[in-house]
């Protein structure tokens, strides 16, 4: 079902003139440099630099060349574009003999392809390479920025490049259908009978994958082959189904795509039937800020749409029965493993998009806190040194798809922010907001709780557990009172015993806090709020289990909320 969706996908895809993905034979690819050749085929001035400024940053620009070849250890050379390795038989490889095997290589191909036809561009082009000399590419300007980098060509006078002239098109439309796979086999994505792809383009785009591209399908040793049959002829996609799958999903993991999220060591993609603004919305909610340059609720039209959400309210111009897709990918070697495939409706996916913010939904410390923090934001407060590089690998796939289907969240998200909190002894407003969240949604679909976890502080509540959190944040204000300006606190030294054997440690805390009331101005009042907190506190348990741990968590940071006033907590 993967690649059916995929292969729709492209199809309406190229439907759509701004979307700007290749035709068959086609592909997107980073080109640095042209080199603009005269009808004699010599070079008339320096190499132009493409290359667009971001920054202090120079990215090359995306063309729609000629389908890159499938390479492995071998030599095998584009048609029109390449590395200059190939173009000019130079590099920075410290490999002279290789680059001028590939130059050579390239040179045969462009003759294979382009001999017999009249068109001045490709006459020029055979021209330039049958005169080069791959000593000469030190002298030109740019060298060692444009060494090792693709470049294509233009012809003098012209803007298009070489690659886009009609003629040169048609003869590579010519050549391609000419040269296709000669085994033909009903196609496992459409259904007809088609020539067979023997390999697939590579998927570029996922994170930790090579960078060269990883493949979705392939068979590469004979342990995973059948029948006699070789390589991907164990699975039979048609050349041009194989085309239009990849394509979609470069398209989809592109750079400045916003259908895409990372999360851990996974990488999700979305996409619908139609167009649709969920595709435009779920990537910015989800997203790394870092990478994208912005956060959830910078534009309106995002915040609109996450207050709709989160409300459960319809939203405006959304066909809600329309399908949706979720692919989840994670890097294999030189392959890619599929960790999460959903087929839904739109309104599924809003319905459980909006649940898990208001799972999530808790009394902000500060002003500043985001009301709706990404899934890169909350992730990374489970990692050493609040790093995404910490991240446990499966945690973020395992969170997504809690999200995405509205199961209950990994038992390890729980178990990785208690042990963060015990470990810096932080219990901030993402980590709070976490706590709560894998707690309220594991009681409402087990039921194996009938505690209610509100967004503030409950007063009413008589969980043990809870109620330590409070008397813990309620003993460590008695101690600022008594001792102010005090650097290390009860938190810094007790928090993770009193939070998971109690019975050792609070009896001693509040033999203290009883010293520290007399020292406070206004100790009557903190003896009050001590005794209306340990009134339902019958004894202290000796240990807490995970699930206390995180209510403990929670009661220290609500009951914090209540004790400091808005003005002392933004300062």
């Given at each position: 079902m ?20 290749p ?15 005269d009808a004699?085929?010599?070079?008339v001035?320096?190499?132009?630099d ?12 995306e ?29 920075n490889?410290?490999n ?12 045969e ?35 060692e ?31 391609g259908?000419d040269?296709?796979s ?19 383009p ?21 342990a995973?082959?059948?029948y ?12 041009e ?7 979609a ?47 959830p ?31 989840g990918?994670?890097?294999?070697a030189?392959?890619?493993?599929v ?13 459980n998009?909006g ?23 909350l992730?990374r ?39 963060r909190?015990?470990?810096?002894h ?17 009681y ?18 008589t ?6 959190g ?7 204000k008695?101690?600022?009172?008594a ?16 939070s998971?054997t ?25 003896d ?13 348990p ?8 995180g ?15 808005k003005?002392?907590?933004?300062a």
């Amino acid at each position: 079902m993967i690649l059916p969706a995929l292969n729709d996908y492209y199809q309406r895809l190229s439907d759509d003139p701004a979307a700007g993905v290749p035709l068959p034979g086609y592909s997107q690819q980073k080109i640095h440099f042209v080199l603009v050749i005269d009808a004699n085929g010599k070079l008339v001035q320096s190499p132009v630099d493409l290359r667009n400024r971001e920054g202090k940053k120079l990215t090359p620009r995306e063309l729609i060349v000629p389908e890159a070849v499938k390479r492995t250890a071998g030599v095998a050379a584009n048609f029109l574009w390449d590395n200059t390795g190939y173009v000019l038989g130079a590099d920075n490889k410290g490999n002279p003999e290789r680059a001028r095997q590939c130059f050579d290589a390239f040179k045969e191909r462009q003759h294979a392809i382009g001999d017999g036809f009249d068109d001045e561009g490709m006459i020029a082009l055979l021209r330039f390479l049958d005169s080069w000399n791959p000593a000469d590419a030190e002298a030109l300007m740019f060298w060692e920025e444009m060494a090792g980098q693709n470049v294509v060509f233009q012809l003098d006078g012209e803007r298009r490049y070489l690659h886009d002239r009609p003629k040169i098109r048609a003869a590579w439309r010519a050549y391609g259908a000419d040269s296709g796979s000669a085994t033909k086999a009903p196609c496992l994505v459409t259904g007809q009978v088609a020539p067979v792809a023997r390999l697939h383009p590579a998927i570029k785009g996922v994170r930790g994958a090579q960078s060269s591209g990883a493949a979705l399908v392939s068979f590469n040793l004979s342990a995973f082959e059948s029948y006699g049959k070789k390589q991907n002829f164990n699975a039979p996609v048609s050349e041009e189904a194989a085309f239009a799958y990849t394509t979609a999903l470069n398209h989809l993991l592109r750079f400045d795509s916003r259908q895409k999220v990372s999360a851990g060591d996974t990488t999700f993609v979305f996409w619908s039937e139609r167009d649709n603004p969920l595709e435009h919305f779920l990537g910015n909610v989800f997203a790394d800020p870092v990478a994208t340059g912005d956060d959830p609720g910078d534009t309106k039209a995002l915040r609109n749409f996450l207050e709709a959400v989160r409300d459960g309210k319809k939203l405006p111009g959304i066909d809600e029965e329309m399908k949706f897709h979720i692919l989840g990918l994670s890097p294999n070697a030189a392959r890619l493993s599929v960790r999460f495939w959903l087929v839904s409706s739109t309104a599924e996916i809003t319905a459980n998009v909006g649940q898990h913010f208001r799972d999530l939904a808790i009394d902000r410390r500060f002003d500043t806190d985001p009301e709706y923090p990404s899934l890169w934001r909350l992730l990374r407060e489970t990692a050493l040194q609040g790093k995404s590089e910490n991240i446990q690998p499966l945690l973020g796939g395992g969170v997504a798809r809690a999200i995405f289907t509205g199961t209950p969240y990994p038992q390890n998200l729980l178990a990785a922010v208690i042990n963060r909190i015990r470990a810096d002894h932080n219990i901030n407003y993402l980590r709070a907001a976490l706590i709560k969240a894998c707690l309220v949604r594991r009681y409402r679909i087990t039921k194996q709780n009938p505690m209610e976890v509100k967004m503030a502080l409950n007063k009413e509540s008589t969980d043990v557990a809870y109620r330590l959190g409070r008397l813990f944040a309620a003993l460590e204000k008695v101690q600022r009172d008594a001792l102010p300006g005090i650097n290390t606190t009860i938190r810094d030294r007790y928090y993770g015993s009193a939070s998971a054997t109690p019975k050792t440690v609070f009896p001693q805390l509040i033999r203290l806090a009883q010293h520290h009331i007399q020292k406070a101005d206004y100790g009557r009042v903190s003896d009050k709020n001590i005794e209306e907190i340990l009134l339902e506190v019958k004894e202290f348990p000796a240990h807490l289990n995970l699930d206390q741990q995180g209510l403990f968590a929670l009661g220290y940071y609500q009951q914090r909320q209540a004790l400091y006033p808005k003005s002392e907590k933004n300062a």
